[in-house]
Each structure stands twice: as structure tokens, then as C-alpha cells.
């Protein structure tokens, strides 16, 4: 009985947030976003790009372009709208150079928020089937925005370790 209640909070609390998530909400956060990550970008130098952490990890612009894929396949699914890399992964095919992957970075914020500008509140609040889930467009927006914070907070980590002090958190 107390998994029951606890789902059925969960999915109002999920509802409520999902609701809340207006289209104008949603394209103030990714323009704040994209300015977010822009200056995490400037702030490593060039030679840094293809640094990694350890032999195992994604070098800085891998990240970033990884960021950028997700930010394709994401605002693609949700907007209906063709992914403009399809099968071009930004992560395999986009110089490891500060200018390649700030465009690529850029651009894929671009093809979000024009991605969500072209929708309405209703088709925000579509449900589809997405990672076996039923979800809101919204939610999966969220999701995506996750997504992209994650990966852009993990790069904190090579700006330090290349003696730079990371960009100030911008929440508003």
C-alpha cells in the first residue's frame, strides 16, 4: 500500500512539474543554458579540447559534443523535426578543436530551442512512448536538460585540472 501512495505521489508530482513546464519556461531555460555552456567552453583554452582526466574518459570536447548529440536525438524526438546529424554523431565526426566543437555545441542549442519554439503548450503535454516510458514532451524536454547539465557539470572537473576556474553558476 505505501509503494501505491508513494507512486501516486510521484506521478502528480511528475504531472505538476510537467504542466508547469510552459513553453516559454522551456525555451528561457535552454537560452540559459546554451550562455551557460558557452562560457564553459571559452573558458578552457584550445589545447585543452582533447584533454582527458584519465585514458578512460571522454576528452573535454567529447563531452561537449556528446552534449550536442543528446540535444539533437532529444529535441528530434519530441518536435517530430528531422535530426540533422541522423547517423553523423558531432561525438565521432566533429573536430576535437575549441572553434568545431563550440559550433557544434552551439548549434545543437539552437535546433533545441527553435525545435521547441515551433511547438505549442498542447503538443508539450503529448504523451509518447520514449525509453519504454510514457512521458509528457515536456518531461522528456526535462530530461534533456538533465542530460546536458549533467555532462556540461562533469567538464568543471577538466577546467580544474587545467588550472581554470569554472564559469559561476548562472540559475536565472
Known amino acids: 500500500m505505501k509503494h501505491l501512495v508513494l507512486f501516486f505521489m510521484l506521478a502528480a508530482s511528475t504531472f505538476t512539474i510537467a ?3 510552459n513553453k516559454d519556461q522551456i525555451i ?4 540559459r543554458a546554451k550562455v551557460y555552456t558557452k562560457a ?3 573558458a578552457m583554452p584550445e589545447n585543452g579540447f582533447g584533454f582527458k582526466p584519465t585514458p578512460e574518459m571522454r576528452s573535454f570536447a567529447a563531452q561537449m559534443l556528446h552534449l550536442a548529440d543528446a540535444n539533437y536525438t532529444f529535441a528530434s524526438t519530441v518536435s517530430g523535426k528531422p ?3 541522423a547517423k553523423n554523431s558531432a561525438e565521432k565526426n566533429v573536430a576535437q578543436t575549441k572553434e568545431a566543437t563550440t559550433k557544434a555545441v552551439m548549434d545543437s542549442y539552437d535546433f533545441v530551442i ?3 519554439q515551433e511547438m505549442t503548450n498542447e503538443q508539450l503535454a503529448e504523451v509518447i512512448k520514449f525509453a519504454g516510458r510514457d512521458l509528457t514532451k515536456a518531461v522528456i524536454l526535462s530530461k534533456a536538460f538533465e542530460h546536458q547539465t549533467h ?3 562533469q567538464t568543471v572537473v577538466y577546467l580544474r585540472l587545467k588550472g581554470v576556474t569554472p564559469p559561476a553558476e548562472m540559475l536565472f
Do not use: E, F, I
Open 19 to 21: 504542466k508547469a513546464q
Open 28 to 31: 528561457a531555460d535552454w537560452r
Open 151 to 153: 555532462h556540461r557539470g
Open 114 to 116: 527553435n525545435s521547441v
Open 40 to 42: 564553459y567552453l571559452d
Open 83 to 85: 535530426n540533422p546529424l
